[in-house]
């Protein structure tokens, strides 16, 4: 491993290999400082033509007897001429590197100029837009950089383009000049800031322009459809004007750079991004129109202030190494769930916290791939596979729980002490650490190693002891999921409920086994109801007289947090099989009110419909569910719930009766009463029926003909051949995502692959699966971060036999020294495949 090898000799030349290695990091680190970049780029109309480019390096070096890697990641013949201090010189590009040469090199400021032609991987061209995304290690796909996270940098920009695009940069427009069918833009020079935040987006967007409180705010967007624009504009910028001042305020800090502009991308591979005064986000998470549920308002919210938090936390202060990019995730995650708070009215905190972050956060952490939020990184070409569930999901849950151990003004106190001590600099999370630790009594370093450094959760257990109706003694105990002896030092709630009242106390789990002595003397409840505030980690107890009261309980964070352990015990084969469990739900439809407790429980109970049901166990089940949540869209009062219950009856609609109820919907365009449904809506019933072969002809065909906006069109169009009746044609599908430039949207990509791969295509489509995991490394190398996982996630998540289980053993046999990052990916997203194996009866 790099970061033990010996020390280099003052004139040994670093090695050169693939990708960006923590040595050459850190000595690059150590000899460069003051970097500006000016880049030009001609950006032509058609896709297909290639993009050249010219740009200037500086750099201050502090010695120059060894040669300097500089980073691009393209063939040969893309790199063209270098010149270093006014002098052409025959650099070579060797293992994505160009090698300037030492004796070209000076101590001080040095001057490198390279024209190129730029790397299509992370340009993301479309026929009429383009934009670039470069994290966690991409920049150098696209141009000759510099790239690891703490070699901030400026860039200076100027795009040439077709004359009717328009585009955004880091620095603000200053100038424009046209000249025949093209127009030269001038972007100011950048803020310092690292390379992956590097950024523009071109093409034909529409702008609009606001002053929100003193700030101009610049956005571009493609969409097409007046009701969702209606709709959203406003509320776009009043949530990213609220995120702002929320964030100044708790950090005491104005927004650190020169401006504040944001375009929504279609189908966007994430759902945001937080590049310095460009932010791109997904544009139909931005877009809603007035049949959008409270959580895609809840969820659009979150994501504005998720991305606007990094501004702070990321931009402003970044990590040295992406070994700590969870740092900027989990901070901007904690964040926006604060900013959501008071954003949002009637917005129930601890509810939506609940929701979103545990189930996430329990579907990595449970499984055989697990890894721990901070985890070692020896080169950025493997970077991308840090991300996932964890950090974005259980780090949001340590955190809360760090700031329950500190209490909140003792964390905001030292969260501002370490933006300020940080600004526009790098730091790791020792160093956040050693500046909170100085605040609190608590042993920040041994909390630190269970929660941070360690993957996995614990598993409690109870022990009550009454004596004449009354408590005598409460115990609770953890170990490990593994059945480790360790402990996840946390605070949670356990309710006492009785027939009139429930009582709550707090639980502080510090030790392995803890007495709960204000429990003592207390009256002998019907049942305790574990984690009833929904803020602790693990796998908790489950009472089976819980089941009588769970949907009489008030509180909806208790039900919720109810629901929650009775998946996870079922899971872990305790407590209810499936199909009780998912008559349990099923009972329950018309009773549950609160619509993010209808999204949990609906969510799990079509998971277990179709991964823990056999074939057999589904036909026989489907028309009473079915009937069940018709009814329950029926009598449902709130329009957003009902439009919930309808896309559930659609996901798992079996019967004739309930294909022909869809068809007639999608057919006349009449939703059921108070049931909203958009464009993008009656795409998705469409395809539901195409998967289900329903039969009438050219269901996808008359969809492709009613669709308006153009972006949509090429979506369906390219999924269309997944959802084929043809086997030769899906089977030409697959074939084709051999071919990098078939993965380009990897969005749709996704989609499709969860239609060709689903259960009642699982027959024929899984011959694909040795081939999916044989293309895995590939994806990594030319898919962007979240994309294996994703891959991995369409194809296997819905496999329920022990064929398909054997695929993925035999391969992971058949290779024991598989990338390890990948292997975990692996295992993560085949870990409901392997529970279904165990746990589907027939």
């Given at each position: 491993m790099?970061?033990?090898?010996k020390?280099?000799?003052?004139?040994?030349?670093?090695?050169?290999?693939?990708?960006?290695?923590?040595?050459?990091?850190?000595?690059?680190?150590?000899?460069?400082?003051?970097i500006?970049?000016?880049?030009?780029l001609?950006?032509?109309?058609?896709?297909?033509?290639?993009?050249?480019?010219?740009?200037?390096?500086?750099?201050?070096?502090?010695?120059?007897?060894?040669?300097?890697?500089?980073?691009?990641?393209?063939?040969?013949?893309?790199?063209?001429?270098?010149?270093?201090?006014?002098?052409?010189?025959?650099?070579?590009?060797?293992?994505?590197?160009i090698?300037?040469?030492a004796e070209?090199?000076?101590?001080?400021?040095?001057?490198?100029?390279v024209?190129?032609?730029?790397?299509?991987?992370?340009?993301?061209?479309?026929?009429?837009?383009?934009?670039?995304?470069?994290?966690?290690?991409?920049a150098r796909?696209?141009?000759?950089?510099?790239?690891?996270?703490?070699?901030?940098?400026?860039?200076?920009?100027n795009?040439t383009?077709?004359?009717?695009?328009?585009?955004?940069?880091?620095?603000?427009?200053?100038?424009?000049?046209?000249?025949?069918?093209?127009?030269?833009?001038?972007?100011?020079?950048?803020?310092?800031i690292?390379?992956?935040?590097?950024?523009?987006?071109?093409?034909?967007?529409?702008?609009?322009?606001?002053?929100m409180?003193?700030?101009?705010?610049?956005f571009?967007?493609r969409?097409?459809?007046s009701?969702?624009?209606?709709?959203s504009?406003?509320?776009?910028?009043?949530?990213h004007s609220?995120?702002?001042?929320?964030?100044?305020?708790?950090?005491?800090?104005?927004y650190?750079?020169?401006?504040?502009?944001f375009?929504a991308?279609?189908?966007?591979?994430?759902g945001?991004?937080?590049?310095?005064?460009a932010?791109q986000?997904?544009?139909?998470?931005?877009?809603?129109?007035e049949?959008a549920?409270k959580?895609?308002?809840?969820?659009?919210s979150?994501?504005?202030?998720?991305?606007?938090a990094?501004?702070?936390?990321g931009?402003?202060v970044?990590m040295?190494w992406?070994?700590?990019?969870?740092m900027?995730?989990?901070?901007?995650?904690?964040?926006?769930?604060?900013?959501?708070?008071v954003?949002?009215?009637?917005?129930?905190?601890?509810?939506?916290?609940?929701?979103?972050?545990?189930?996430?956060?329990?579907?990595?952490?449970?499984?055989a791939?697990?890894n721990?939020?901070?985890?070692?990184?020896?080169?950025?070409?493997d970077?991308?596979s840090?991300?996932?569930?964890?950090?974005?999901?259980?780090?949001?849950?340590?955190?809360?729980?760090?700031?329950?151990?500190m209490?909140?003004?003792?964390?905001?106190?030292?969260l501002?002490?370490?933006?300020k001590?940080?600004?526009?600099?790098?730091a790791?999370w020792?160093?956040?650490?050693?500046i909170?630790?100085d605040?609190?009594?608590?042993?920040?370093?041994q909390?630190?190693?269970v929660?941070?450094?360690e993957?996995?959760?614990?598993?409690?257990?109870?022990d009550?002891?009454?004596?004449?109706?009354k408590?005598?003694?409460?115990?609770?105990?953890?170990?490990?999921?593994?059945?480790?002896e360790?402990?996840?030092?946390?605070?949670?709630?356990?309710?006492?409920?009785?027939?009139n009242?429930?009582?709550?106390?707090t639980?502080?789990?510090?030790?392995?086994?803890?007495?709960?002595?204000?429990?003592?003397?207390?009256?002998?409840?019907?049942?305790?109801?574990?984690?009833?505030?929904?803020?602790?980690?693990g796998?908790?107890?489950?009472?089976?007289?819980?089941?009588q009261?769970?949907y009489?309980?008030?509180?909806p964070?208790?039900?919720?947090s109810a629901?929650?352990?009775?998946?996870e015990?079922?899971?872990?084969?305790?407590?209810?099989r499936?199909?009780?469990?998912?008559d349990?739900?099923?009972?329950?439809?018309?009773?549950?009110?609160?619509e993010?407790?209808?999204?949990?429980?609906?969510?799990q109970?079509?998971?277990?419909?179709?991964?823990?049901?056999?074939?057999?166990?589904?036909?026989?089940?489907?028309?009473?569910?079915?009937?069940?949540?018709?009814?329950?869209?029926?009598?449902?009062k709130a329009?957003?719930?009902k439009k919930?219950?309808?896309?559930?009856?659609?996901?798992i609609?079996?019967?004739?009766?309930?294909?022909d109820?869809?068809?007639q919907?999608?057919?006349?365009?009449?939703?059921?009463?108070d049931?909203?449904?958009?464009?993008?809506?009656?795409?998705?019933?469409a395809?539901?029926?195409?998967v289900?072969?329903?039969?009438?002809e050219?269901i996808?065909?008359?969809?492709?003909s009613?669709?308006?906006?153009?972006d949509?069109?090429k979506?369906l169009?390219?999924m269309m051949?997944?959802?084929?009746?043809?086997?030769?044609?899906?089977?030409?599908?697959?074939?084709?995502?051999?071919?990098?430039?078939?993965?380009?949207?990897?969005?749709?990509?996704?989609?499709?692959?969860?239609?060709?791969?689903?259960?009642?295509?699982?027959?024929?489509s899984?011959?694909y699966?040795?081939?999916?995991?044989?293309?895995?490394?590939?994806?990594?190398?030319?898919?962007?971060?979240?994309?294996?996982?994703?891959?991995?996630?369409?194809?296997?998540?819905s496999?329920?036999?022990?064929?398909?289980?054997?695929?993925?053993?035999?391969?992971?046999?058949?290779n024991?020294d598989?990338?390890?990052?990948?292997?975990?990916?692996?295992?993560q997203?085949?870990?409901?495949l392997?529970?279904a194996e165990?746990?589907?009866?027939?």
């Amino acid at each position: 491993m790099a970061s033990c090898s010996k020390p280099l000799a003052s004139s040994e030349a670093i090695p050169v290999e693939t990708g960006v290695a923590k040595e050459l990091a850190d000595y690059r680190k150590q000899v460069l400082s003051h970097i500006s970049y000016d880049i030009s780029l001609h950006i032509p109309e058609q896709k297909q033509q290639p993009i050249p480019g010219h740009e200037t390096i500086t750099f201050r070096l502090s010695e120059n007897n060894r040669p300097l890697q500089l980073d691009f990641k393209e063939a040969p013949d893309h790199l063209q001429e270098v010149w270093v201090n006014g002098k052409k010189v025959s650099a070579r590009l060797e293992k994505e590197h160009i090698i300037l040469p030492a004796e070209n090199l000076k101590v001080g400021r040095n001057e490198v100029k390279v024209k190129f032609i730029a790397g299509d991987l992370s340009l993301n061209r479309n026929q009429d837009y383009l934009y670039t995304l470069l994290v966690p290690d991409r920049a150098r796909t696209v141009l000759p950089i510099f790239d690891q996270p703490n070699l901030k940098a400026t860039f200076k920009l100027n795009l040439t383009l077709p004359k009717d695009w328009n585009a955004l940069a880091n620095g603000a427009l200053v100038d424009s000049t046209l000249s025949g069918n093209n127009k030269s833009y001038t972007f100011a020079t950048s803020d310092t800031i690292p390379t992956y935040l590097f950024s523009f987006a071109a093409g034909r967007f529409k702008h609009v322009k606001r002053d929100m409180k003193g700030t101009t705010m610049h956005f571009y967007h493609r969409e097409t459809d007046s009701t969702k624009i209606r709709e959203s504009m406003g509320p776009i910028f009043q949530i990213h004007s609220d995120a702002l001042a929320f964030l100044e305020d708790y950090t005491q800090i104005p927004y650190p750079f020169q401006k504040f502009d944001f375009v929504a991308i279609p189908d966007f591979q994430y759902g945001g991004m937080e590049h310095v005064g460009a932010i791109q986000y997904k544009a139909s998470t931005l877009f809603l129109d007035e049949g959008a549920t409270k959580d895609q308002k809840i969820s659009r919210s979150n994501l504005i202030a998720h991305e606007t938090a990094h501004m702070w936390f990321g931009d402003l202060v970044t990590m040295q190494w992406f070994d700590d990019v969870w740092m900027k995730e989990v901070f901007a995650n904690f964040m926006a769930d604060k900013v959501t708070q008071v954003a949002l009215e009637n917005t129930n905190y601890d509810m939506k916290f609940l929701v979103d972050h545990f189930p996430a956060a329990y579907s990595i952490d449970r499984t055989a791939g697990a890894n721990p939020i901070r985890q070692p990184l020896e080169n950025l070409q493997d970077a991308g596979s840090l991300y996932g569930g964890i950090i974005y999901h259980k780090a949001p849950v340590m955190m809360r729980q760090l700031e329950r151990l500190m209490g909140k003004e003792e964390l905001r106190k030292g969260l501002q002490e370490y933006l300020k001590t940080y600004a526009y600099q790098n730091a790791t999370w020792p160093d956040l650490i050693k500046i909170l630790d100085d605040r609190t009594p608590a042993d920040l370093e041994q909390w630190n190693q269970v929660w941070v450094n360690e993957a996995g959760r614990p598993i409690f257990t109870h022990d009550l002891k009454t004596d004449k109706g009354k408590i005598e003694q409460l115990t609770v105990s953890q170990k490990g999921e593994d059945g480790s002896e360790r402990v996840w030092p946390q605070f949670f709630e356990i309710a006492l409920v009785y027939p009139n009242r429930i009582e709550e106390l707090t639980v502080d789990m510090t030790e392995s086994k803890v007495v709960v002595e204000d429990a003592a003397g207390k009256e002998a409840p019907q049942f305790i109801l574990f984690n009833s505030t929904g803020q602790g980690y693990g796998v908790f107890p489950v009472d089976e007289a819980m089941l009588q009261r769970l949907y009489t309980l008030q509180d909806p964070v208790q039900r919720a947090s109810a629901y929650i352990n009775l998946y996870e015990n079922m899971l872990n084969e305790r407590g209810l099989r499936p199909a009780q469990l998912l008559d349990f739900y099923h009972k329950g439809l018309t009773r549950e009110q609160e619509e993010l407790n209808i999204k949990l429980l609906t969510g799990q109970l079509s998971d277990m419909y179709w991964q823990l049901l056999t074939p057999a166990q589904r036909q026989q089940y489907a028309a009473q569910l079915e009937g069940s949540l018709w009814q329950a869209m029926e009598q449902q009062k709130a329009t957003n719930v009902k439009k919930l219950l309808f896309k559930i009856f659609q996901s798992i609609a079996l019967t004739k009766a309930a294909q022909d109820k869809l068809y007639q919907v999608w057919q006349k365009q009449v939703p059921p009463a108070d049931v909203k449904l958009n464009e993008d809506d009656y795409t998705s019933l469409a395809l539901a029926l195409a998967v289900r072969d329903y039969p009438a002809e050219n269901i996808l065909q008359q969809q492709l003909s009613r669709i308006q906006n153009p972006d949509r069109q090429k979506r369906l169009e390219y999924m269309m051949p997944a959802l084929s009746p043809d086997v030769q044609v899906r089977d030409a599908f697959f074939a084709s995502l051999k071919e990098a430039g078939n993965r380009e949207k990897e969005a749709w990509v996704a989609s499709a692959l969860s239609y060709l791969h689903h259960p009642l295509r699982a027959n024929t489509s899984q011959k694909y699966l040795p081939q999916s995991l044989q293309l895995l490394e590939e994806i990594q190398h030319t898919g962007d971060i979240f994309f294996p996982f994703n891959w991995l996630r369409a194809t296997f998540g819905s496999y329920q036999t022990t064929a398909a289980a054997k695929v993925v053993r035999d391969f992971l046999a058949a290779n024991p020294d598989y990338n390890p990052m990948l292997k975990a990916k692996i295992l993560q997203a085949t870990d409901d495949l392997f529970r279904a194996e165990q746990l589907v009866q027939e």
